[in-house]
């Protein structure tokens, strides 16, 4: 299987800022990289998919980068909507694995 | 708009059999090329489970310790996930989830709250 890792596991940040998330693979995955933020009690909701293409009616504030083994998520002008838990997850081979997280609280 | 609702039993106990479906409203279940099952532990993260075409070819996760079996009924426009054996480390939230494009899930049920415990 290939293992996610995500850094850092948590960040507190305050609205307004900038806050950029890793993401590493155990091998290369291609461009087959997704992204997705959750909400206490909530399900996941896709918010990028193949390191970069934002999901539909996801804001522009979201972008994403990265190829092979490296990814990162950014969120650019933080809104209180999104302080939330984000997940990457690779779609190159299965089992489609997720990474354990990072929880972006408010500072 | 597509919706998605979980439902089966929220508590089981060890060594019984998990049956959750999965109804698709708002869409025909054909439209996406795949659905998955996902679950998450209490407080932990996502493990994707299974997933089956809507012509009915599969794939599941081998580092499942309970046998799975996921199938699709087309006529009602909703599938299934059956676990058998279940143990307590089954305990968790189960989502099902729809992807057009395989591997990335564009929708998600609420998801299902399952509870394996003598």
């Known amino acids: 299987d290939i293992q996610m890792t995500q850094s850092p596991s948590s960040l507190s940040a305050s609205v307004g800022d900038s806050v950029t998330i890793t993401c590493r693979a155990s091998?290369?995955?291609?461009?087959?990289l997704n992204w997705y933020q959750q909400k206490p009690g909530k399900a996941p909701n896709l918010l990028i998919y193949e390191v970069s293409t934002l999901q539909s009616g996801v804001p522009s504030r979201f972008s994403g980068s990265g190829f092979g083994t490296d990814f990162t998520l950014t969120i650019n002008s933080l809104q209180p909507e999104d302080f939330a838990t984000y997940y990457c997850?690779?779609?190159?081979?299965?089992?489609?694995?997720f990474g354990p997280g990072t929880k972006v609280d408010i500072k | 708009q597509v919706q998605l609702q979980e439902s089966g039993p929220g508590l089981l106990k060890p060594s019984g059999t998990l049956s959750l479906t999965c109804a698709v409203s708002g869409d025909s279940i054909s439209s996406f090329n795949w659905v998955s099952w996902v679950r998450q532990p209490p407080g932990k993260g996502l493990e994707w489970i299974g997933e089956i075409h809507h012509h009915g070819s599969t794939n599941y996760n081998p580092s499942l310790k309970s046998p799975v079996t996921i199938s699709v009924d087309k006529s009602k426009n909703q599938f299934s996930l059956r676990l058998n054996s279940v143990t307590a480390a089954d305990t968790a939230v189960y989502y099902c989830a729809t992807s057009v494009v395989a591997g990335h899930f564009d929708y998600w049920g609420q998801g299902t709250l399952v509870t394996v415990s003598s």
């Open positions: 997850q690779q779609s190159y081979n299965i089992p489609f694995t």
């Open positions: 091998q290369s995955i291609g461009s087959f």
